[in-house]
């Protein structure tokens, strides 16, 4: 089980597309109202497995054996907030579009969030292993269609109703499938940054100047 | 024998357990589709199902849970070759032996829409070949589903292509709704009255967390009820499961008391737990538990008990009004839907939907609607349509329990009305008129009320889904037919007793101060015994009425909901409609109301063109400016926006009023692509358009690229912008640009296209744009309303 309490809010504000606006009380209310129905409608849920790191199904294109380069095991994970969300955001929108694009950031923020907590529970579980951060389908050249399959290994279109559609993108939409390395040994602190990222530096951020975060 | 007459004659029935516990113990290759083994190890398959039928199971289902054509496409197989195997191997295993054999389907494995893009056809066909391909089976079985509307499309190709019983289980979280938001009530009733053969739960939880779902599935229902849980809860990461075959049996015999009568074990349970159960079963009596009939309609979330009056609101009707027929022929959803949200708002407990205009497809318009509202409505809607065909277009993709608006006392109309209500387990509004009018007695009315209700007995539809409209008359020319009206609504709740429903305003046509007749009316008819007042529920006076109605009649207990609603309430007093700031200050703060009145104040010694010209959209270029300097945000600037589209709205009433040409500065069309589900960034691209008085023709998401080429012919537009998130669906938006640059009629006569493409996205970066034929990248809205100034003007 996940319990998110808060959401991180410059987070959010970042996913709005500006870090530094003078905030008024106005967009401050609108936040806090967006968070919490967030949090009371985000019904977090997740699922992992541990893979062999040589399965070959899992392996597609170049970076993810970088990525895995040293690791004895792989763990594959997905979260998703559930569908409650997409309801909440889709009907918004006819009501508010100001609120719903807040919702929709805090909503990436939660599932995030969410991923974060997987993290812990995996990292609880291979204690005094070493662990890669999550490496998700449609980061660098690991394609995106692998997340159809993580789904069919994991179940999870049964036991947690996350499922791909024809394209596969995720439904619910805010929800997340990735690849997290497990090694005996420490493993080279390799970072999320542009290198592997599918954006390869056309995001909105390095267009900006500036970057992610990651 | 067969199902039906193994209910009747045995005490209990029993399924089988779970087929991939089992696959797993006989050390069978686990790839991704365990259904293949169906060809591959046939033998075995039916070695699993001859141990369950040792262990005392009636009934076994097929190895075929996941074998469709989506879940199996690129497998090499399909479900026409494994089907029949997996039935073979259940025969085989069922010889000399009274088993049956249930043809096993679960969900197709994509979401439906709105979450999903696999559409309700879609659904329906894929069942369709299953259940085709599975016509040697003795009966149907859909489990672990979560959808309505989904498991409603599998009801319908089964009930369409075969004529086997059918048993429908659904799955549960413990907060007793399942994953899409389905309420366990709702399912009861929309499957009970699609006429499955047996309902329940199966999967979910443990038999002892299912315990308060089979409680609350009996209220609804007096079909058998079937459960079949899981062996306890599964660990995360083993999937091991933690409940004995002793346990087990004991948590499934305290359901007995809500009179479970088809049990077995879904995931982890084995043939040890499906005998330990049937041989406690032996000494068991079955406990039949019968309700009392309601009448009751549901969407797929809510259900509404017509146990007390409920308001129907009315206002998604073209009729006399010029605006919603304007939207109807604009396809413009979103204008009809802000009127659906507006009347749950006001307190509507269900919606009518009539979208009838001679010069539309009524019938795709139904549908298209019917999708669109239980999107984002949760309210139970009424098909509202005089077409037999539109009628059951709507039925057909409603994802609940509706109400059909309506059957009158005429033959024709009883013939074509009352199957659909039967076939799609509908209710039905019986009008009190016939081929010879309006009788203009209450007995006349009675009497054809009373016809209605026995020909729907012949169909197999109780009286309390008949729902009669004793029809009100215009009290300035039928003075003495009101009190007729009155009677007959009496006569018909006391002596017939059904439910009673009544459209209120024509009540005061020709009269002055309607409000006041119409509230006045629909108090009488309260007293009188009216169920479903048909009412606008954005009138104060009139919501306020069936309020204040329900604490007079103490059906609103300590007057909770009342006080509730108006706790806040302060009558009104003569409002002050000065704005105390300027149009400009308005604008920039997203200050609707304000915006608003100080527009209606400019408007009385301006002209409107240089209200827009010389006073909105600077004041939006400002806050346009001051977003792309990173001063304020996104959601200020659509506040903004919203505050401006407030103005404009003012502004195009007064030239309404006037008999003015619109303002529009012409017309776009907005696309998020086929494939591509993400539409936020459309949407409030959409917005900005709109407000910068650009005329929006919004197609939605998904969109098939035919379908914007037709639209832009169709309605003769010249600019189109498509948007599209992931890079899987850029190649959605190419495919959509080159078609309309090679469709002849959207080109000049040089072989030049006409149209002008802008394209946006998180992916797209301004070289991809060019390179997939785009005329303009926007890397945000603000710049997409700059490109259709330069473009339009």
Redesign the interface.
């Known amino acids: 089980m996940i319990e998110l309490s808060s959401l991180n809010r410059q987070e959010c504000?970042r996913y709005?597309?500006?870090a530094?606006?003078?905030m008024n009380s106005?967009?401050e209310e609108?936040l806090d109202i967006c968070e919490q129905e967030i949090l009371k409608n985000a019904e977090p849920k997740f699922?992992?497995?541990e893979v062999p790191v040589n399965n070959a199904e899992l392996l597609e294109g170049n970076d993810i054996k970088n990525h895995l380069q040293g690791c004895q095991n792989a763990v594959i994970m997905c979260a998703t907030l559930?569908?409650?969300i997409?309801?909440l955001?889709?009907?918004t929108?006819?009501?508010?579009?100001?609120?719903?694009?807040?919702l929709?950031s805090f909503a990436s923020v939660a599932i995030e969030q969410a991923c974060c907590c997987v993290d812990e529970i995996i990292a609880k579980?291979y204690k005094g292993k070493y662990l890669t951060f999550r490496f998700s389908p449609?980061y660098g050249d690991y394609p995106?269609?692998l997340q159809k399959?993580f789904l069919?290994?994991l179940d999870a279109?049964?036991k947690?109703?996350l499922?791909?559609?024809?394209?596969?993108?995720l439904?619910?939409?805010k929800s997340v499938t990735a690849v997290v390395g497990v090694s005996d040994n420490e493993i080279e602190q390799r970072k999320r940054g542009c290198a592997v990222c599918?954006?390869k530096g056309?995001?909105?951020y390095r267009?900006a100047g500036s970057h992610c975060g990651f | 024998m067969d199902f039906k007459s193994l209910l009747l004659n045995k005490e209990f029935v029993m399924l089988d357990g779970a087929m991939g516990t089992m696959l797993q113990k006989a050390g069978l290759p686990l790839g991704?589709m365990p259904e293949i083994l169906c060809v591959t190890h046939n033998e075995q398959i039916a070695d699993i199902h001859k141990q369950y039928i040792e262990a005392g199971a009636d009934i076994i289902y097929t190895n075929t849970f996941g074998a469709n054509s989506y879940k199996l496409k690129n497998s090499g197989y399909t479900a026409e070759n494994i089907i029949p195997q997996a039935v073979k191997a259940a025969k085989k295993a069922a010889e000399n032996t009274d088993t049956l054999i249930a043809l096993d389907i679960?969900?197709v494995?994509?979401?439906l829409e709105?979450?999903?893009?696999?559409s309700f056809e879609e659904a329906y066909n894929i069942f369709k070949e299953q259940i085709i391909a599975g016509k040697d089976a003795d009966l149907i079985v859909f489990e672990?589903m979560?959808d309505l509307l989904e498991i409603k499309a599998g009801v319908l190709a089964a009930k369409e292509n075969s004529d086997k019983p059918i048993i429908c289980t659904m799955t549960f979280e413990a907060n007793k709704r399942?994953?899409?938001?389905v309420c366990i009530s709702s399912m009861v009733i929309t499957l009970s009255g699609l006429g499955v053969d047996a309902i329940g739960v199966n999967?979910s939880l443990g038999p002892e967390e299912l315990l308060p779902i089979v409680k609350e599935m009996s209220h609804w229902t007096d079909l058998p009820l079937v459960v079949k849980p899981n062996a306890g809860l599964p660990d995360?990461?083993s999937n091991t499961y933690d409940v004995s075959p002793k346990d087990f049996t004991q948590s499934v015999l305290k359901m007995l008391d809500f009179g479970v009568k088809v049990t077995g074990g879904c995931c982890g349970t084995t043939p040890e737990y499906i005998k330990e159960l049937s041989s406690a079963l032996k000494t068991e009596k079955f406990r039949k538990k019968e309700n009392q009939k309601k009448s009751v309609v549901c969407s797929s979330s809510t259900t509404v008990l017509i146990d007390q009056p409920r308001i129907i609101g009315e206002r998604i009707n073209p009729t006399g009004k010029r605006l919603f027929k304007e939207a109807l022929k604009n396809n413009d959803m979103?204008f009809i839907?802000?009127q659906a949200?507006s009347q749950v708002q006001g307190g509507a407990d269900i919606l009518d939907v009539n979208v009838g205009l001679p010069e539309i497809d009524e019938k795709a318009m139904m549908v298209r609607t019917v999708k669109a509202l239980q999107?984002?409505?949760d309210v139970p809607l009424q098909i509202d349509s005089t077409k037999p065909d539109v009628v059951e277009a709507g039925l057909r993709v409603y994802n609940g329990k509706a109400i059909i608006n309506s059957v009158n006392g005429e033959e024709k109309s009883l013939k074509s009305i009352l199957p659909l209500a039967k076939k799609y387990g509908a209710s039905v509004v019986g009008l009190a008129l016939d081929e010879n009018g309006i009788p203009k007695t209450a007995q006349g009315r009675f009497d054809i009320a009373k016809k209605i209700v026995e020909r729907a007995e012949q169909y197999g539809i109780g009286k309390e889904n008949i729902f009669i409209d004793c029809l009100t008359l215009t009290a300035s020319a039928e003075q003495e037919g009101v009190m007729q009206t009155l009677e007959a609504l009496h006569r018909v709740k006391t002596e017939l007793g059904c439910r009673t429903v009544l459209g209120v305003s024509n009540i005061s046509f020709g009269l002055p101060n309607r409000e006041l007749v119409n509230s006045t009316f629909l108090t009488m008819a309260l007293q009188e015994g009216l169920d479903l007042p048909i009412i606008n529920p954005n009138v104060e006076s009139m919501t306020g009425a069936v309020r204040a109605y329900k604490v007079l009649a103490d059906i609103d207990k300590n007057s909770r909901s009342f006080i509730e609603n108006y706790n806040e309430f302060t009558p009104q007093k003569t409002t002050d409609n000065t704005s105390k700031h300027d149009l400009n200050y308005a604008v920039m703060?997203?200050l609707k109301d304000e915006g608003a009145k100080a527009t209606e104040e400019l408007l009385k010694n301006t002209d409107a063109m240089e209200i827009i010209n010389n006073k909105l959209i600077p004041a939006l270029d400002k806050v346009g400016e001051d977003f792309e300097k990173?001063?304020?945000?996104?959601?200020?600037l659509?506040?903004s926006a919203?505050t401006a589209q407030a103005c404009f709205d003012v502004i195009k009433k007064k030239l309404t009023a006037e008999n003015n040409i619109a303002v529009s500065k012409g017309k776009i069309i907005l696309a998020t692509v086929k494939?591509?589900?993400?539409d936020?960034g459309k949407?409030?691209v959409k917005?900005l358009l709109d407000n910068y008085g650009y005329t929006v023709v919004d197609l939605g998401r998904d969109v098939d690229p035919q379908l914007i080429v037709d639209t832009a012919i169709k309605q003769d537009i010249k600019m189109i912008g498509l948007s599209a998130l992931?890079?899987?669906?850029l190649k959605?938006m190419e495919d959509t640009i080159t078609l309309v640059r090679n469709t002849k009629e959207l080109q000049n006569p040089d072989g030049s296209s006409k149209c002008i493409i802008f394209v946006g996205g998180?992916?797209l970066?301004e070289d991809y744009a060019m390179k997939i034929g785009a005329d303009y990248y926007c890397?945000?809205a603000k710049e997409s309303v700059d490109t259709a100034k330069k473009v339009l003007g």
């Open positions: 504000i709005l597309g500006n530094n606006v003078e106005k967009m609108l699922l992992y497995k559930g569908n409650g997409d309801n955001i889709r009907k929108q006819l009501l508010d579009m100001a609120k719903a694009v807040v929709d579980k449609g995106i269609t399959q069919n290994i279109p049964r947690i109703g499922c791909t559609n024809d394209n596969f993108l439904t619910p939409t599918s954006l056309s995001c909105r267009k | 991704e679960g969900p494995g994509q979401l709105p979450t999903g893009s696999l672990t979560t399942t994953f899409t938001g999967c995360p990461n979103n839907l802000n949200v999107s984002v409505i703060n997203g990173g001063k304020i945000f996104l959601p200020q659509i506040q919203n494939g591509d589900i993400h936020i949407n409030i917005v992931m890079t899987t669906t959605s998180a992916v970066t890397k945000d």
